[in-house]
């Protein structure tokens, strides 16, 4: 719990200030290239861009010429690369902040030249589409010219929201461990802003993670840690802007994006053992199925009529 607290401390000190604030992200990005860079592309990245796209052809999710909005897309731009590989479409990567790591992302696409086999099943010469498209990523001197090549578009919002897109705009919303980061008083507008823009008919799919983030620097504690917290204890020693989680549990999550007007297809969630933690008040009334989520994948759809 010691080493949890001092990384609960950092990401408070870091947060105090727009300098400190840029000061993170600066230090985050050397630390995270060298580190990336280093342990070469993980195997739950095959695992995900599998689920991916299996699921975006088990729903009839893309078609050729579609267009794809990755949400968060951060420094990879994973989920849109995968899906451009497997579908001929246009993607735009929208975040709030640059986070792009060039020459990482540069690595974990040329590994992609050895497993892209690995991912799904390809129709005849797919494959040598797919590796011509890997071969132009790998010889680009910048992003500019990737997204020339893969034909996407990188936009940033600092305030996180969507309002700015057109109706319809979209046949496929993706996002990957983001939708956690989003502040809790404009999550329920940003889902709205989802349903809005994808077009009738169209999908959303997300993997969100909502683990205590801080057990990723010490995996000592529970998965869920914040549990053991009020929301008031948690305000006011815990929360940050630089590792902000909103603490929104799963039947919450299915809530809002019901509300929205989104009919789910499929759930997939992932759970971790609680063990004998004291849980604060307001998450003692969580089924254990609930109690124990720590990531969830969600697949919805927009009815065609578009009605909510």
């Avoid at 797919?130 to 578009?153: C, N, P, T, V, W």
């Avoid at 929201?161 to 990957?176: E, Q």
Wanted: proline content about 3%.
């Amino acid at each position: 719990m010691l080493k949890y607290m001092m990384f609960v401390a950092a990401a408070r000190a870091f947060s105090l200030t727009p300098q400190t604030r840029r000061l993170y992200r600066k230090l985050g990005n050397v630390v995270l290239e060298h580190q990336r860079m280093r342990e070469g592309l993980p195997e739950r990245y095959i695992e995900r861009a599998n689920w991916l796209v299996e699921t975006c052809k088990k729903h009839g999710a893309l078609q050729s010429g579609d267009q794809l909005l990755e949400i968060g897309t951060g420094w990879l731009h994973w989920e849109a690369t995968i899906l451009r590989l497997f579908f001929d479409i246009d993607a735009l990567l929208f975040d709030v902040v640059d986070n792009r790591l060039f020459h990482v992302y540069r690595q974990y696409t040329s590994k992609l030249t050895d497993c892209i086999d690995r991912i799904s099943i390809t129709a005849p010469g797919q494959q040598a589409k797919q590796l011509a498209l890997l071969r132009i990523i790998k010889d680009s001197r910048s992003f500019d010219e990737i997204y020339r090549a893969l034909s996407f578009k990188y936009v940033i919002n600092p305030q996180g929201k969507l309002d700015k897109f057109r109706d319809g705009r979209f046949d496929l919303i993706v996002s990957c461990d983001v939708l956690e980061h989003v502040e809790r008083r404009i999550v329920p507008d940003v889902i709205s802003d989802m349903y809005r823009i994808v077009k009738p008919g169209g999908y959303v799919i997300h993997q969100i993670d909502i683990s205590d983030h801080f057990w990723y620097f010490d995996t000592n504690v529970s998965r869920k840690n914040y549990y053991r917290f009020s929301e008031e204890t948690w305000q006011r020693h815990f929360e940050n802007v630089v590792q902000y989680i909103n603490r929104i549990q799963r039947p919450e999550w299915l809530r809002m994006f019901g509300e929205a007007g989104f009919d789910l297809c499929e759930e997939q969630i992932f759970s971790d053992p609680l063990g004998k933690m004291q849980i604060a008040a307001q998450y003692r009334n969580l089924e254990p199925r609930d109690l124990e989520c720590s990531v969830m994948r969600v697949v919805y759809r927009k009815s065609s009529s578009g009605r909510k």
